[in-house]
């Protein structure tokens, strides 16, 4: 309750007393003009000769008793006529449902620096000093999911406690459920308030009012009282959206899009971007232009035709990352921001994968070395026959390895899925087919050479091949426009002089990277470009075939760790997680594990790392929560129906009545009374 009172009509009462009060002392400077007459005796006109009324100037003014209880008198009645008013919190019923809001929007600080969870707190707390004797409350904090921190009782010293014990997180806005535990933590608490004639159960809400399923709330019998907490001043820059994924023709390069959003009362001109790899800033993008979301469309236009800018909210980075590492974009213009959860998001971007590769080969000497050159994961190597025996059945195969490199072997049946390169051979039942003559057979071509290749594709990228030459080479029949489906996609990365070279296919799930000649017919293995290009094909089909990098958790997250990836960090029995909150999680001896939840936006790590689950990045990425003007309505139909029947909202309460009752009419009679002894005779 805030005891200084406010005035709802000042200007009014400031008018009248301008004309009031000068007309009263007016009167007094009056005189009486009388007429002078001889009398015997003096005696009986003493009362007389104190008549007050008069009617001609001018009289000094002298002290007047009268003349203070009037001005006295009329100033209460401009104070009435100003209509006073205490502002406060609701106050306090028989039954008390106590809900804060700890919401990632209640971390704004536009309080005189403090946080409207702050506000909440003291707003909280007074009204538990405002609850007699046999009232009863009860708190619960909420966000995504509600906490009853303090059951029924009427112990105030422990409600306070419990509302001083509430932290802020990042999580998302969801009061649905903290309103049916409150109705039936009332109902088994006090049965009794089922009654039509008991007191119903008094809810009050103090948030900011930006509730996510404020269309889902509902109430039965019990009134909720809301607080609205916060200014519609404050500014708040956000990233609004963050995604990354690899460019398909170029899985080495990242491509990664940002939008930012304002929702502060202002437009905000020359906003930085920032964007960190692994903590290091690494490119500042030009300056943007935001404008409220608050605004109308017309509103927007109308900025924008008066000061011939155009808004620009989004921007675009590519990067090259062959190597895992996380990403972080900010704007820069954090002076004038009031949330500081929303300023940055990040994405993990995983390192490359350690290859199974199978090599099918009668003997191929300088593959066999040039793998071996790599760090792959358990590299095996088949002949054909123990190929083809092992693995009749395509569906054994599917999943088992990363890569398959068939040399001089066209396999009678391969999984639609996985990433498959051919030395001089091709890929069965495929639309990407060997050229044939009129008798059938396969048609050659004989010393081959390099015509030209795309210098810029991943596969090829910073080598030279124009010295390579083929003693020979399949001639190839790949798909025109019209036999290739959607699923399809056929590229030629080297063009030799008679004909494709190194082809790139992709059909259905499955990548295949074709080399149209046997290495041991041209000088390629005794050529620096070849362990090169190697290296190259692995990098491309280990990122090639998750595309999509790991997108961020929300606020509140529980991330389930899969078996096999805790079988490859060695089956620990224990894991932590440090970052903004640190975590200790018990390793079941079965089963996957789920993390706790974590409501603090930020990058966690696993300790020890656990492949895909090395380092989680959390990030707020909500409209709801971001969008920081607080609500001056109730949220929901429950709270619009308690607010209709007067029972919603802060007390006003009005103090005109109490100064015309307790303080004019007792001045009005004691002025009465003491004129009237004054001019009795």
Request: with cysteine; proline share 7%.
């Amino acid at each position: 309750m805030n005891w200084l009172p406010s005035f709802l009509n000042p200007w009014t009462a400031a008018l009248t007393a301008a004309v009031a009060v000068p007309a009263l002392l007016a009167l007094y400077f009056l005189k009486l003009r009388r007429q002078e007459m001889e009398v015997s005796s003096t005696l009986l006109w003493k009362k007389a000769i104190q008549d007050l009324q008069v009617n001609a100037p001018f009289q000094r003014l002298r002290r007047n008793l009268l003349l203070l209880l009037q001005l006295l008198l009329l100033l209460l009645l401009l104070a009435a006529l100003a209509r006073p008013v205490l502002h406060g919190n609701h106050s306090a019923g028989r039954l008390n449902v106590i809900l804060m809001d700890r919401s990632a929007s209640m971390n704004t600080r536009d309080i005189e620096g403090l946080t409207r969870l702050d506000e909440a707190r003291k707003l909280a707390r007074q009204l538990v000093d405002a609850m007699e004797a046999g009232a009863s409350a009860m708190v619960i904090a909420f966000d995504d999911t509600p906490q009853t921190l303090q059951a029924y009782t009427s112990d105030k010293l422990r409600l306070k406690r419990a509302i001083d014990s509430i932290e802020g997180t990042d999580r998302l806005t969801r009061l649905a459920d903290a309103l049916r535990v409150a109705e039936s933590q009332s109902t088994f608490f006090y049965p009794e308030e089922k009654r039509p004639s008991q007191e119903p159960p008094r809810i009050h809400l103090f948030s900011d009012g930006r509730i996510g399923d404020a269309a889902d709330l509902s109430l039965r019998r019990a009134q909720m009282l809301y607080s609205p907490i916060g200014s519609s001043a404050a500014p708040n820059l956000a990233v609004a959206a963050l995604s990354a994924r690899r460019s398909y023709e170029r899985p080495t390069e990242v491509q990664v899009f940002a939008r930012f959003a304002n929702y502060g009362p202002a437009p905000v001109e020359d906003v930085g971007v920032l964007l960190s790899v692994d903590g290091q800033g690494q490119r500042v993008d030009q300056k943007m232009l935001l404008l409220p979301e608050r605004w109308s469309a017309q509103q927007r236009q109308d900025w924008e035709k008066q000061s011939g800018r155009t808004a620009r909210s989004a921007v675009e980075f590519k990067l090259e990352l062959v190597a895992g590492a996380v990403l972080k974009v900010e704007h820069m213009s954090k002076g004038a921001d009031a949330l500081a959860a929303d300023d940055a998001a990040q994405i993990v971007v995983p390192p490359p994968r350690s290859l199974s590769v199978l090599l099918v080969s009668s003997g191929n000497y300088y593959l066999q070395r040039a793998l071996e050159s790599m760090q792959l994961k358990n590299p095996q190597t088949l002949s054909p026959s123990a190929f083809e025996q092992q693995f009749a059945d395509p569906a054994r195969l599917a999943g088992r390895y990363d890569v398959i490199i068939f040399d001089r072997h066209q396999p009678k049946a391969l999984p639609g899925a996985g990433n498959f390169v051919y030395f001089g051979c091709l890929p069965p039942h495929l639309n990407i087919k060997a050229a044939t003559g009129p008798d059938g057979q396969r048609l050659l071509a004989r010393d081959v050479g390099v015509l030209d290749y795309q210098r810029e594709h991943p596969l090829v990228r910073h080598l030279n091949l124009q010295r390579l030459y083929i003693g020979q080479m399949l001639r190839l029949e790949l798909p025109t426009p019209a036999n290739a489906t959607s699923a399809t996609d056929t590229q030629v990365v080297v063009e030799g002089t008679a004909g494709p070279l190194v082809v790139l296919h992709r059909e259905a799930r499955a990548v295949h990277l074709v080399v149209s000649f046997d290495l041991l017919q041209s000088n390629w293995p005794l050529r620096q470009s070849f362990p090169a290009f190697m290296h190259n094909a692995m990098v491309y089909l280990a990122l090639g075939a998750d595309m999509e990098l790991r997108q961020s958790f929300p606020p509140g997250a529980t991330p389930v760790i899969p078996r096999s990836s805790l079988q490859q960090a060695g089956d620990p029995r224990e894991l932590r997680l440090a970052g903004p909150v640190q975590h200790t999680v018990a390793v079941p001896a079965g089963g996957d594990v789920a993390l706790p939840a974590l409501s603090q936006v930020g990058l966690y790590q696993t300790q020890p790392p656990v492949p895909q689950f090395e380092k989680i990045a959390i990030n707020l990425l909500d409209e709801n929560e971001s969008n920081i003007l607080p609500m001056a309505t109730p949220p929901g139909q429950a709270a619009q129906a308690a607010s209709g029947g007067g029972a919603s909202g802060k007390i006003r309460q009005e103090l005109w009545w109490w100064v015309l009752a307790c303080l004019a009419v007792p001045l009005c009679l004691m002025e009465w009374w003491i004129y009237a002894r004054r001019v009795h005779l």
